[in-house]
């Protein structure tokens, strides 16, 4: 489902912060999800952050989240090589399953 | 390895053949799903199980699709006459059944490759 937004791409100098964003729909949603693909990978559990919350942080990672909004960002600091992947957003639109975004695709150059 | 585990990892039919996908989860997760992901898309949502019951089917899931879920452990999606239009990841994800924050976590396998030609 297409319904939650990124930007497709991201292109980040190594050792700056990355910032990828994402807009989501449904308010309903009780959690909204990171998830990191590399090339040919399964999908990688990055981090979430409940609804109630407004931010979280998780050593180089730091989730923002504007309800208002349906805005969610995640902030990886200090970017490094083994960065370079697909970062989907998800959300929650009922029961337990995920709706997730088409990802952004991070480059990070030397 | 205590991940989620999928077999095959790839999958060369011909259109019209029938495939059969397994997807181990993780030992004592109570909940499985499975997932579709096309090439430069994220992955959509097809059916989740809690146990053996089969709880939600998206509307993707056309009557070609079949998934089982029969003690409870192991799955498998079966896709009858396949078309290539068919073809994508197939992915499983799995997570615990509980009150707390875990069991929205959904942990994902390293996924199907199909291939219709």
């Known amino acids: 489902g297409e319904d939650v937004e990124q930007s497709l791409f991201l292109s980040v100098r190594e050792g700056d912060s990355s910032v990828i964003n994402c807009t989501y729909t449904?308010?309903?949603?009780?959690?909204l999800y990171w998830y990191k693909q590399e090339p040919g990978a399964g999908l990688q559990l990055l981090t979430y952050?409940?609804?109630?919350?407004d931010m979280k942080q998780d050593q180089r990672l730091t989730v923002l989240l504007n309800k208002k909004d349906k805005h969610l960002s995640l902030r990886i600091a200090d970017t490094q090589t083994g960065d370079s992947a697909i970062y989907f957003c998800?959300?929650?639109?009922?029961?337990?399953?995920?709706?997730f975004g088409a990802g952004t695709t991070v480059t990070v150059r030397a | 390895d205590t991940g989620v585990s999928q077999d095959p990892r790839h999958k060369i039919t011909k259109r019209g053949q029938n495939v059969t996908f397994r997807c181990d989860p993780i030992?004592?997760?109570?909940?499985l799903y499975w997932y579709r992901q096309t090439l430069g898309q994220g992955p959509e949502f097809l059916t989740y199980?809690?146990?053996?019951?089969?709880?939600?089917k998206s509307r993707l899931l056309s009557d070609r699709f079949s998934a089982e879920r029969p003690k409870g452990s192991f799955s498998t999606l079966e896709i009858q006459r396949t078309e290539q239009g068919d073809s994508a990841m197939y992915l499983c994800?799995?997570?615990?059944?509980?009150?707390?924050?875990?069991?929205?976590?959904?942990?994902f396998g390293p996924g199907t490759r199909l291939t219709v030609t």
């Open positions: 952050i409940f609804s109630n919350m």
């Open positions: 449904d308010s309903s949603s009780t959690y």
């Open positions: 030992s004592e997760h109570n909940r």
């Open positions: 994800a799995s997570s615990p059944l509980g009150e707390w924050d875990s069991s929205y976590e959904q942990y």
């Open positions: 199980f809690q146990n053996e019951a089969q709880l939600e």
């Open positions: 998800a959300e929650t639109p009922g029961d337990y399953k995920l709706s």
